[in-house]
């Protein structure tokens, strides 16, 4: 793997800035480290992806995740142009809740502003319960979990409902409030980190 900037043209100035330097110092802050094995769990087009990747070097691994085919074809030509060969092909799945990964494999899974989307209907806790569970199993032993919740007020059930269900999987170790990048633009929100034991 080249190491070299992030030169997208199409991109925003903001967007350039996070891929080459602000998202490598954010997963820096939330102790991703060189060589990690990381799942992004609705990478989207790869906001957190290029980052990690850039961040995790060329012995870690990126697993991009996603359920729709227009962000895990962004994502394919992106690591094309940008010489990533750490990203593992973007996953593509039809929203179902096995993460096809084995067990123990990912030291880090990223969940950012994807519960929110889960626990909208009545079922969402149901949901979400697979969904921690199934990344507890993709997990290694110490391995964490870093949730960004946004929309809340959208959700179905509390926040409290929310993290009870998670804590049933993982045990909160920190949570701090961090400038990170939401949909081009940037924001500030506390990021959770959650430890499998």
Request: proline letters at 3%.
């Amino acid at each position: 793997m080249t190491k070299k900037n992030f030169l997208i043209p199409e991109e925003s100035e903001d967007l350039k800035e996070w891929y080459n330097s602000l998202g490598v110092q954010f997963l820096k802050k939330i102790s991703v480290k060189k060589g990690f094995y990381i799942l992004d769990f609705g990478c989207r087009t790869g906001t957190y992806t290029f980052p990690a990747a850039k961040l995790v070097g060329p012995k870690g691994r990126v697993f991009a995740l996603d359920c729709e085919q227009e962000a895990i074809d962004e994502i394919r030509r992106k690591s094309i142009l940008l010489d990533l060969t750490n990203i593992v092909v973007p996953i593509k799945t039809d929203g179902e809740l096995i993460i096809p990964l084995e067990d123990g494999s990912a030291d880090l899974t990223l969940l950012y502003d994807v519960i929110g989307i889960i626990v909208r209907n009545k079922d969402g806790i149901k949901v979400l319960n697979q969904l921690i569970k199934e990344i507890q199993r993709i997990t290694k032993n110490k391995g964490e979990l870093s949730v960004i919740f946004k929309h809340i007020d959208r959700w179905e059930f509390s926040k409290e409902q929310v993290m009870s269900t998670i804590q049933q999987f993982f045990t909160l170790i920190r949570k701090e409030s961090i400038q990170h990048i939401h949909w081009n633009f940037f924001e500030i929100d506390i990021v959770y980190t959650f430890k499998k034991e």
